[in-house]
């Protein structure tokens, strides 16, 4: 019987000593005097990994980038409510960066209900991950950024590295350039990172509204993103292009991967373009509309850059156009929004250097009379070829499963591929929808915040 006492008494202890420790570690918010940048920063300093720090109604100029180092959610009172203006110089700063001291951690990180007005004098918010340890616990989410950068310099949003998350539900306004750039290491990135479609490992914009004066995203230098579920208006021109992935070039290495899917382009009734001008990499490219009440052409525009074994100087991989496909991609959902190839274009690649971009090799595009010899086919899953050339893709609409969560079927599509004469292999199948970090962080401020701590 003693026996037994001891043991439940050390149980009692351990056990509370458990819930002590977990009272003790509960993540605290803290919450700035005001919303000037000694105030912020006062708070960022305090806060520690994993704590929240709110930013509360006001109005501020900032004449510093907030460079922050650990992991942590950054939460304004809301848009229109938390404004922060640019007086940063420096066009390739951004407002507030994220630069983790310890990229090994993975910590979560979140920027939102924030108005960032970079007063066309610098970047909004930029991400720098210069390992090549993968962070994806990144979320900017809830936001509007106007007026980034100047006319040659300057974007809403800039990663440079392995940052991966979600940018959702941002409004992005007026810029004179790009909205987004994705930038990876250029041979860091090539040597160690995967080029795989559908993966958690990548940066995803969806539900986002894009007001465009240029291009709206683009990547390079072993870069990658997932534009999905968008709205892009307000052009002033012929898109050259909407979306961008750059090729090998002297300034560095090529796209690795990019999907664009579900987003909606809103051309007015003047003006055409490009939805993609895809330079580099591999794509997935596909269920996109532009509205148009014109009669402006559109399409995804293919081209070669430098030749793979010039540009950079002894790179070994293979970076042109490859592995891509294009399908269902439509203006005012009806007509059929083609790829072609521009070779050549703006003198970038070193004429009659191989390799020249072939149809049905480097890339593969719809096919409305699709056989299972060439191009893409859209369709039922009963309906897919018996018979197939290697290399074609068919995106079955009723297979996939439920990677689409918001329109609640139970199956949203996927493609098969034919790796090998008459063979279909389910080969990609879109990352869930909405992305799992919008589910897992909270988009405003908490009302009763536990721990809360009011820096001055």
Known sequence: MAEIKKMFVFLTVFLLGVCVFVVDTYAATYKAASASYSDVSAAVFAADSGDTVVVPTGTATWDSPLIITKG??????????????????????????YVPAN????????ISGFTL???????????????????NKVRIDHNRIIDPGGEN???????????????????IENQSNKAIDSYGRNSSSWSNLARDFGSINNIYYEDNTFTAKGCASSCGHGGRYVARYNSYSGYTGNATPALDAHGNQPAGYSTMVVEVYGNVFDFGGLYGGQLLDHRGGQAMVFNNNVINTGQSTYSVKIREEYDDTTVPAANPYLMHVTNSYYWNNRKNTSTLITAYIA???????????????????????????????????????????????????????????????????TNDGCLYKCTATNTWTLYYTPYPYPHPLRAETKASPPETPQNLKIVK
């Open 72 to 97: 942590l959610t950054l939460m304004g009172e809301g848009v229109g409510n938390t404004v922060i203006t640019s007086n940063i110089t420096n066009q390739n700063s951004g407002m507030i960066a």
């Open 103 to 110: 990229p090994n951690l993975n910590e979560s990180f979140q």
């Open 117 to 135: 007005d970079c007063d066309l004098k610098s970047n909004g918010i930029l991400f720098s991950n210069p390992s090549t340890t993968i962070n």
């Open 153 to 171: 310099a300057g974007r809403a949003i800039v990663i440079w590295g392995t940052v991966y998350g979600v940018i959702d539900n941002n409004t």
């Open 343 to 409: 070779q050549d274009t703006f003198g970038y690649k070193i004429p009659n250097d191989p390799p020249v971009l072939v149809e049905d090799r480097d890339f593969w595009d719809e096919n409305p009379s699709f056989d299972g010899t060439s191009g893409v086919g859209v369709g039922l899953y009963a309906d897919m070829p018996a018979t197939c050339t290697t290399g074609v893709g068919y995106w079955t609409t009723d297979k996939g499963g439920n990677w689409n969560i918001i329109n609640g079927t």
